[in-house]
């Protein structure tokens, strides 16, 4: 049996270091074995899946060093690997579970899941809904059939006795039935749930190990039975522990940068990044702290994940990165990472525009564009003297400008004006008042070049980490200060 393993993420936002994390050990996992890594993309969510952010994916798992051997930019013979591209095969899959008696196509309307969930809750029971709570009377069903009602495809699923999965890392799990519902295969517009085209694809693709993230763990007994149902051999599983803030939250962009794009733009090197992330819940034999991919692919040995939540930290990684600038990169290696970091016609050349109009000799290039060579501005509360707002205005000002910018769906000036404007209105403040103290945040100085252009210039991932910096600076936020901020940003 030749082993292949996968990755499948879902291009919905920026490239996460928990998608190169699990990348990284499929990888590993793959090579050791000498077999292949597929990447999939699963884009069946078509509102929040973009182009954009599939391109961001593949350009940072490439950038990491993660390549694949099969994938929907260098092909292969399992395509198309977009799951946007394979809906008729998952029609049809669909068609079979029918056929066969596994699924039943469901006509309840949202109004009536809730109520059924309702009834539920109220008789303190579990939330699943199992396929005899869905029937409709058969009358009703005929007539909702005959009129071309609206449906989904469901599963059928057990009632009642406990699901044992087998996982390389945690040997058995064991789910309850009675939690797991009659899980949508097919949803009314005809695109398939995660769970069918996972499914689908994963035997299509002749994966035979997935190793995953456990967040996925309650997935699995739906999976398994799906296996089942059509006959096919199952995947090994492997549920990875998940990457974990300090405080051993799950690893969260709001407690840490989390996209790759944050690391690549404060200057990281990808070997460093890797090599840290191959110390997430994974050591050496040697327990050395330095290896390289190679060297890790070697000795890989997924019996050496430790179950305990890996703890991401910022600075463990940075001593990392530092080592290996110092040891591994000579002057000539040094001066091509720059260069490929910022120091290319690329960046520079958006940035001369900003200080054109401002500069009077050369010498002043840098004084007016250090910013955009920097990481997060040496700023103190100081800084911030000449701003006439109150600490908790400013605050609650940088946090919800913060949280805005979470959601914009284009990193694109007009975008970041919009939002600008929109709080300048909330703060009822004019625009340049409005500006101040984000101009500190972001160029570290009150006198610098265009903010609005800086933060576009900058990416969505330095700017927000900017402003979480400033927030630091000012005293941070409470956890009670937070909720209150959160109540009134519901309220914008
Ligand atoms: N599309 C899923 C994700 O975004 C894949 C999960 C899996 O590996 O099965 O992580």
């Given at each position: 049996m030749t082993v292949r393993t996968r990755i499948a993420p879902s291009p919905t936002g920026d490239p996460h270091v928990g998608t190169a994390y699990i990348a990284l050990f499929n990888l590993c996992f793959a090579r050791l074995h000498g077999g292949q890594f597929v990447l999939r993309i699963e884009d069946t969510d078509r509102q929040r899946s973009t182009a954009e952010s599939e391109n961001m994916i593949l350009d940072s798992l490439r950038w990491l060093g993660l390549d694949w051997d099969e994938g929907p930019d260098v092909g292969g013979p399992h395509g198309p690997y977009r799951q946007s591209e394979r809906g008729a095969i998952y029609a049809q899959h669909a068609e079979r579970l029918l056929e066969s008696g596994h699924a039943f196509k469901c006509y309840r309307t949202s109004e009536e899941l809730d109520a059924l969930r309702e009834e539920r809750r109220a008789a303190g029971l579990h939330l699943a809904l199992k396929p005899r709570d869905l029937a409709l009377d058969p009358d009703e069903q005929r007539k909702r059939e005959a009129g071309g009602y609206p449906y989904v495809i469901r599963m059928q699923v057990p009632s009642e006795g406990v699901c044992v999965v087998q996982d390389m890392l945690r040997g058995e799990i064991e789910v309850d039935w009675a939690q797991v519902d009659a899980q949508i295969l097919m949803k009314s517009d005809g695109m398939p749930t995660y769970h069918l085209a996972n499914v689908v694809d994963d035997h299509l693709m002749g994966i035979t190990h997935v190793l995953r993230g456990e967040e996925w763990i309650n997935s699995a007994p739906k999976h398994q039975l799906l296996y089942e149902y059509f006959g096919w051999p199952m995947p090994q599983l492997c549920h990875m522990p998940l990457l974990r803030n300090p405080d051993k939250s799950k690893l969260s962009k709001r407690k840490n940068p989390t996209s790759i794009n944050y690391y690549r733009r404060m200057g990281f090197l990808p070997q460093a990044v890797t090599n840290y992330l191959g110390r997430m819940g994974w050591s050496m034999p040697d327990e050395r702290e330095k290896f390289t991919l190679e060297e890790m692919m070697a000795h890989f040995d997924l019996q050496r994940v430790s179950l305990g939540g890996p703890v991401f930290e910022l600075d463990k990684?940075?001593?990392?990165?530092?080592?290996?600038?110092?040891?591994?990169?000579?002057?000539?290696?040094?001066?091509?990472?720059?260069?490929?970091?910022?120091?290319?016609?690329?960046?520079?050349?958006?940035?001369?525009?900003?200080?054109?109009?401002?500069?009077?000799?050369?010498?002043?290039?840098?004084?007016?564009?250090?910013?955009?060579?920097?990481?997060?501005?040496?700023?103190?509360?100081?800084?911030?003297?000449?701003?006439?707002?109150?600490?908790?205005?400013?605050?609650?000002?940088?946090?919800?400008?913060?949280?805005?910018?979470?959601?914009?769906?284009?990193?694109?000036?007009?975008?970041?004006?919009?939002?600008?404007?929109?709080?300048?209105?909330?703060?009822?403040?004019?625009?340049k008042a409005f500006l101040a103290p984000v101009f500190i945040a972001v160029t570290g100085s009150a006198h610098s070049t265009s903010v609005l252009d800086a933060m576009t210039i900058l990416g969505s991932d330095v700017t927000r980490a900017r402003l979480r910096h400033a927030i630091e600076v000012l005293g941070g936020v409470s956890k009670k200060q937070a909720k209150r901020l959160e109540k009134q940003y519901r309220e914008l």
């Open positions: 990684l940075s001593w990392l990165n530092g080592v290996y600038i110092r040891e591994d990169l000579d002057d000539a290696a040094l001066l091509q990472a720059l260069r490929e970091w910022a120091f290319n016609e690329a960046y520079v050349g958006q940035i001369l525009p900003q200080i054109r109009p401002r500069i009077t000799t050369l010498s002043e290039a840098m004084p007016l564009a250090g910013h955009f060579f920097a990481g997060l501005p040496e700023i103190s509360e100081k800084s911030f003297d000449g701003v006439t707002l109150e600490r908790d205005t400013l605050v609650a000002l940088l946090q919800f400008l913060v949280w805005r910018l979470e959601t914009i769906p284009r990193w694109e000036k007009e975008e970041l004006l919009d939002q600008v404007k929109l709080l300048a209105g909330h703060f009822e403040l004019k625009m």
